[in-house]
T-cell receptor
Framework: GENVEQHPSTLSVQEGDSAVIKCTYS??????FPWYKQELGKGPQLIID?????GEKKDQRIAVTLNKTAKHFSLHITETQPEDSAVYFC?????????FGAGTRLTVKP | EADIYQTPRYLVIGTGKKITLECSQT?????MYWYQQDPGMELHLIHY???????EKGDLSSESTVSRIRTEHFPLTLESARPSHTSQYLC???????????FGQGTRLTVV
């Protein structure tokens, strides 16, 4: 089955700096790669996603890149703000099966 | 805002009690999921359903059971709660194909 690895598990940055979270996966048939943000006391919420026919997608300060050959994808947050502090999960989707990474706790220090 | 609801939000219950965690969605999604999330963050899939009368066990062994009699409702039941069941339980749903999963706010269960 699919194995999704996410790094780092914790990340602390200064406000205004960039943050990068990386995920690798094992199943080359995976074709959908969402990223979720979980704030304290809430369920995860989709922030950006990318499909296998696209290499990069951007939405304001958030971008995701996908390298299908190397089987890895990354979340990039630029100009970080304290409200970006949360737990972030990557996920892969293949044939009705969605798998999550172990999560990254991002802390943005003012 | 996602139309998926979990009740109760918080529950403290004694060992040996039977409990049911409720999950309902109004989006008409066929797929529904239950995840267990410990304070260490990781989401562990414990049950899922692809539609009415379909239920499957997930990756993490769980003593809970689920049912899917109606599309919108996917309750999780623990017949005899134990302290090891203390955790946060998250319900999610998604539409057909590779699409976004919507999560409820979770139920934080404490068994004393």
């Amino acid at each position: 089955g699919e194995n999704v690895e996410q790094h780092p598990s914790t990340l602390s940055v200064q406000e205004g700096d960039s943050a990068v979270i990386k995920c690798t996966y094992s199943d080359s048939a995976s074709n959908y790669f969402p990223w979720y943000k979980q704030e304290l006391g809430k369920g995860p919420q989709l922030i950006i996603d990318i499909r296998s026919n696209v290499g990069e997608k951007k939405d304001q300060r958030i971008a995701v890149t996908l390298n299908k050959t190397a089987k890895h994808f990354s979340l990039h947050i630029t100009e970080t703000q304290p409200e970006d502090s949360a737990v972030y999960f990557c996920a892969t989707y293949n044939n009705n099966d969605m798998r999550f990474g172990a999560g990254t706790r991002l802390t943005v220090k003012p | 805002e996602a139309d998926i609801y979990q009740t109760p939000r918080y529950l403290v219950i004694g060992t040996g009690k039977k409990i049911t965690l409720e999950c309902s969605q109004t989006m008409g999604h066929d797929k529904m999921y239950w995840y267990q999330q410990d304070p260490g963050m990781e989401l562990h899939l414990i049950h899922y359903s692809y539609g009415v009368n379909s239920t499957e066990k997930g990756d993490l062994s769980s003593e809970s059971t689920v049912s899917r009699i109606r599309t919108e409702h996917f309750p999780l039941t623990l017949e005899s709660a134990r302290p090891s069941h203390t955790s946060q339980y998250l319900c999610a749903s998604s539409g057909g194909g590779a699409t976004e999963a919507f999560f409820g706010q979770g139920t934080r269960l404490t068994v004393v």
